[in-house]
């Protein structure tokens, strides 16, 4: 294992720890229905996709790898992780008509980045799992697991998240610095670009990573946030929620609670790709044949749109404040949420005038054979 | 995987967290003399005993897999991993007449109880280390890997700490009450034998749960406190120390800083086990053969004891903290310990007047081929 290929992500990646009311682990519900609207496609999938045959399995002993990459701190992993032992256990079941016990077992990798809270994550452990469990912790955007020892990988709304925001949006000096704004918000073709670009090759990072890890024949599921084709960030729902957190960042300068240069160097590492992108970088890949290319419904933003302010409030929160104070300080967290808060409150009704919504990408795809 | 075999052990099991003035971090010390003493031991024993061809790797690409039971949050894990993957390597270029670079992959897993500072040990994680690292949360007295998964276990005193305090020990009624002494001093023979027996069970559990994850012809490395043959824990310096600590809560009991029952039922989970005691239960439970048994000299509690006093403070709060605090309350965690480190400079002398010393067994088995 070349020792390059070890990197880490910033401390300001990682969720928000603990089980605290400002956890993660208790503002996750957007996440967790994600997971929710995804159940059945990974169920099906599995049943449709996976070959223990041509995995080399046979019906004797043998261990079945999963891993869940940028898990976080529970309790959604748990869900997702269940739901798919379960499907495989079927699908082993079915294809060599073994009554139960089964001699499969099963072993799960969770990983996040090396901030990640570890220690409630495996707190949350149930204690009747039927898995063994193992922590990960390192980014996906590098090697992570030995070669050809993975089965099943899973990862569920970290892909948008890009290694690192593009230098050149956050250079006064550069034709895509994005003054202004604080995410790619579709509005200048040269931020987009620059966005684009460091998607791409964080992608090719991912892909080329995992290809080493998953055996000939082994599934993926990605889910990620993603655009309609064609739809820029600035048309869609939350793209105006971003633009929101931006507007409390510039209130804050404008009172002098921020510095105006630390607001202009600050961009959100996020890229909501389409589909005909996604299709494109795997294409270009090459390691895997897309399976499944479809997108999720899932009515949970529609939902908290009308009912639910808290879980914009706070889940934005459990999400955003590592990036937050990293940039501006610990001192300033308290009172951007509470401007962030206030400000969601007052704009709600924004979001009902949205003209798109994003969408959320679900693929499945399987490694090919060398 | 059997479901029952899941339990945890008491949050205060785990060594004293993160990396702060009272940590197991900065005050392991003594441990630390313990892996610099085995080093040349196990580099030694990989070389004689490892043979690659029966474990069934060829010279293509494979993974070595290699687990620290009881790794605690480093930095003395780091070293023995390293240590083990360099003879592990020199081994297998022996075998095959590589030339490096190797195409061996090495995974190692570090165990410790779920409650055990993870967080920390992750982030002390080596950049350019040369091996692919899992945490495995759990107890190390039942399954914690897949079957036939694991090449190279070790766990470095670890295996003197009991899963449990025996009933008997801290029950009134019992014949084996061990009114008046907070360990298995040797002087009453039912309190021997109960925590003798507890031993007995203890390790049985884990060569059980061992034999089951590691391959025939794999290898394990046991490192663990115990005593000379015929020599009790009072007559040991090791032993004077425990006294120490115990009469420092009759101290308090006096004082009416704790109460006389909390008192009589505490006692360590800690049993030092003769070289004898170990091989009769190696040999009864049948699955590994004893390749060497052997005792360390180390100079560490030798030299402590004339210059580093700070050791003995120290190096005893971050390993007992968590036990203190979890049966008294951490109240008077402080207390105790103050009480302690003055009782310790106050009878500094006793220890050279200690008819005999504990030892440090060093065990290599061999998985049986089934």
């Not at 209130?251 to 590492?269: C, T």
């Not at 962030?340 to 798109?356: E, M, P, Q, R, T």
Request: proline content about 3%.
């Amino acid at each position: 294992m070349a020792t390059e290929e070890i990197k880490e992500l910033p401390k300001s990646w990682a969720m928000v720890g603990g089980d605290g009311p400002q956890s993660y682990t208790q503002n996750s519900s957007y996440q967790k229905g994600v997971v929710d609207a995804s159940k059945e496609k990974v169920t099906e999938g599995i049943k449709d996709k996976l070959d223990f045959k041509s995995l080399g399995f046979d019906s004797s002993n043998d261990t079945f790898r999963i891993a869940d990459f940028g898990c976080s701190v529970g309790p959604n992993t748990f869900f997702v992780v269940e739901n798919i032992i379960e499907a495989v256990g079927q699908k082993y079941h079915a294809q060599f008509q073994k009554s139960p016990p089964l001699e499969l077992e099963f072993q799960v990798f969770f990983n996040d980045v090396t901030t990640n809270d570890f220690n409630t994550l495996f707190k949350t452990f149930h204690s009747n799992r039927k898995y063994f469990a193992t922590g990960l912790p390192g980014t996906f955007y590098g090697r992570l697991l030995p070669k050809s020892t993975l089965h099943f990988a899973y990862s569920s709304y970290c892909l948008q998240w890009l290694s690192k925001v593009p230098n050149e949006v956050v250079d006064s000096k550069s034709p895509a610095w994005n003054k202004g704004s604080i995410q790619c918000d579709g509005l200048k073709k040269e931020v987009t670009k620059a966005y684009s670009a460091q998607f791409q090759s964080d992608m090719n990072t991912f892909l080329n990573a995992r290809a080493q890890e998953i055996v000939g024949g082994g599934l993926m599921v990605i889910i990620m946030a993603g655009l309609p084709n064609g739809i820029f960030m600035s048309q869609a729902g939350v793209g105006m929620y971003y633009d929101l957190l931006g507007s409390c960042l510039v209130d804050m300068a404008k009172l002098g609670e921020i510095s105006e240069e630390k607001l202009d160097s600050f961009n959100l590492p996020l890229y909501y790709s389409s589909s005909t992108e996604i299709e494109e970088i795997i294409k270009v890949n090459g390691n895997f044949s897309i399976e499944i290319m479809d997108s999720l419904s899932h009515q949970i933003w529609q939902t908290s749109k009308k009912s639910n302010i808290d879980i914009f409030v706070s889940g934005g929160r459990a999400v955003f404040q590592g990036l937050v104070e990293e940039h501006f300080g610990s001192e300033v967290v308290e009172k951007t949420f509470e401007h962030f808060a206030k400000k969601l409150v007052d704009n709600f009704s924004i979001f009902d005038g949205a003209a798109h919504e994003h969408i959320d990408h679900f693929i499945l795809l399987k490694r090919h054979f060398n």
